[in-house]
């Protein structure tokens, strides 16, 4: 009985063995580890026959199985470490690095189109006398509307309409304007500012709008400031910005914040006034929205308007870029395509 049972465990052993030998991975010598050594196993099997044995032939069947069982856990423990470091030898190599090779540089990112043209802009009007101001995104009625001479009910207000906050007590700024509002509140005249920011309005997104966008507006009040003043200023920087050669035309037009009021064309630089696709054939762009500070402006703030004159002017710096660069939609300026950026990086 105690023979039939060594040579049986014998004979397991050199099977064990033998497949250990044959195993390609840790998992093989896992899945032998499980058929031999596991709870439904076949040394496991040999060892809970040994209480069926006769009493006394019970201690030397333990001992064998004992025995056999150290020795195949000894075997099984060699040949998982031996396949394991080779599986690390082999990872390694096929993930081994160069530490020689040069690393790969972070890109450098580039000033954002809209950026640059702000900067050029100011750059023109700083040259011409004007500081710059700035103001709050978040508004006041007053200052976004009342106060620019578009009370309520003025039809100027539903296309100016935007998101109000806090009730109707607040709203997200439809221009610029408000910040000259703002600095002639704080201060008499003499004013000349340019407040460059960004603005909101209730538009459908599509090729040339979007529901937020930027502007740069101009302010210059003072005595004796006449129309002429306004023609000069405004011919001056599109000479400044887009060439000498460049001719202008303005267009009477209506904003209830100025009075007269007009819009300034510019000569379409893609066909030089011969007529193209961009210009609609008529070889002229549109370019900005100007006129002389309504007198009931000039008194909301406290100014005197019999003695106080001034004008003002509004252009989107995006309508600016799109000119300059030759962008064909707005959108571009805001998807965050590096492609499309880097383009500008070395203007």
Known sequence: MIEALRE???ELRREVERQLNAAAGPADVEEIRVRTLGKKGALTAEAKAIGRLEPGARPKAGELVNEVKSALERA???REE??????????????????TLPGRRRGQGT???????????????????FSVATGPEVETPWHNFEALNI?????????MDTIYVAGMERLL?????????????????????V??????????PDASHSPFFHQIEGLWVDEGISLGHLKWALIEFVHQYYGPDVDTRFRPSYFPFTEPSGELDMECLLC???GCRACKGSGWLELLGCGMVHPAVLEAVGYDSERYTGFAWGMGVERIAMLRYGVPDIRLFYENDTNFLHQFAAR
Not at 111 to 129: A, C, K, N
Request: charged share 30%; aromatic share 2%.
């Open 8 to 10: 049986r465990l014998e």
């Open 76 to 78: 099984i423990a060699a």
């Open 82 to 99: 031996e396949l394991a470091g080779g599986e690390l030898t082999r990872r390694l190599a096929e993930e081994a690095l160069d530490v």
């Open 111 to 129: 000033r954002h189109p809209l950026s640059i043209v702000t900067d050029e802009l100011l750059d023109v009007f700083r040259r011409m006398g």
């Open 151 to 159: 009370p309520p009910g003025h039809p100027a207000r539903e296309e």
């Open 173 to 193: 700024r439809t221009h610029t304007s408000p910040v000259q509002i703002r600095v002639m509140e704080s201060q008499g005249p003499p004013v000349r500012v």
């Open 195 to 204: 407040c460059p920011g960004r603005v909101f309005r209730s538009d459908t």
């Open 272 to 274: 030089h006034g011969e």
